[in-house]
């Protein structure tokens, strides 16, 4: 489990695969100088509930990791993270998007 620390906020507490592919997409709109919202479902043993924030590039951000070698990314997944981070409701950290194979 690694986790997103931003600014001087607590510790976002994520799965090691769904940060690998929520670093893509923020740091791809971040480096544009776009600004957007992040929200996620509070995990086991958090506050019930669920949780936003606003993402700006001047507010410091660091993706810690838990495992040492990173996925290989899905880019249906990222697609679709990068669609919601561009809507109104900004980034919904949604489940992963799977390829289904061609009958």
């Known amino acids: 489990m690694g986790y997103i620390q931003y600014g001087v906020g607590d510790e976002i507490h994520i799965e090691d695969r769904a ?8 740091a791809t709109k971040l480096r544009r100088n776009e600004s957007f919202t ?20 001047a507010i410091p951000l660091r993706f810690t990791f838990e495992e040492p070698e ?24 949604t489940d992963e998007v799977l390829e289904t194979p061609a009958d």
């Open 19 to 26: 940060l690998a592919h929520l670093k893509v997409v923020i």
């Open 38 to 57: 992040l929200s996620w479902q509070h995990h086991d043993g958090d506050a019930d509930g669920r949780s936003t924030i606003w993402l700006h590039p």
């Open 70 to 93: 990173a996925p290989q990314l899905n880019v249906k997944w990222i697609e679709q993270l990068m669609h919601s981070a561009s809507s109104t409701g900004g980034i919904s950290l």
